[in-house]
């Protein structure tokens, strides 16, 4: 049997308790957002009144959507918007006129074969 019998100070310190600091994942850009979209907005409203064919409101929106997509990845998406829609619409006009030349190439073939 042990006869060693050791006495513990049991008395501790008042704990010490800290408080969290509040840090978001990421930053909050609600208001940004509400911007971005409303320039978004604007841009393809100026952008649709210039178009000539009926086909173009389609691509002109997608092309809206994928710049906007594409500036809000940046540090300064309202900075960057303008441009990016500006050269996505250029790329879509160029598209189309390649389709339409493609549309009418086919149908000539098409003519000839039968």
């Known amino acids: 049997m042990n006869t060693n019998r050791n006495i513990l100070n049991h008395e501790f310190a008042n704990p010490t308790r800290f408080e969290p600091a509040y840090i978001p994942a990421a930053p909050y850009r609600?208001?940004?957002e509400n911007e971005l979209e409303t320039?978004?907005?604007q841009l393809l409203a100026a952008e649709l009144g210039?178009?000539?064919?009926?086909?173009?409101?389609?691509?002109l929106r997608r092309a809206a959507n994928d710049?906007?997509?594409?500036?809000?990845?940046?540090?300064?998406?309202?900075?960057?918007l303008p441009v990016l829609f500006e050269e996505k619409a250029r790329e879509s006009r160029k598209n189309a006129g390649r389709a339409a030349l493609i549309r009418a190439r086919s149908s000539e073939l098409l003519s000839l074969a039968e």
Do not use: E, H, I
């Open 50 to 59: 210039r178009a000539a064919d009926v086909g173009a409101n389609v691509r």
């Open 67 to 80: 710049a906007a997509a594409l500036a809000w990845l940046t540090p300064y998406p309202l900075l960057v």
């Open 39 to 41: 320039l978004k907005r």
């Open 30 to 32: 609600g208001v940004v």
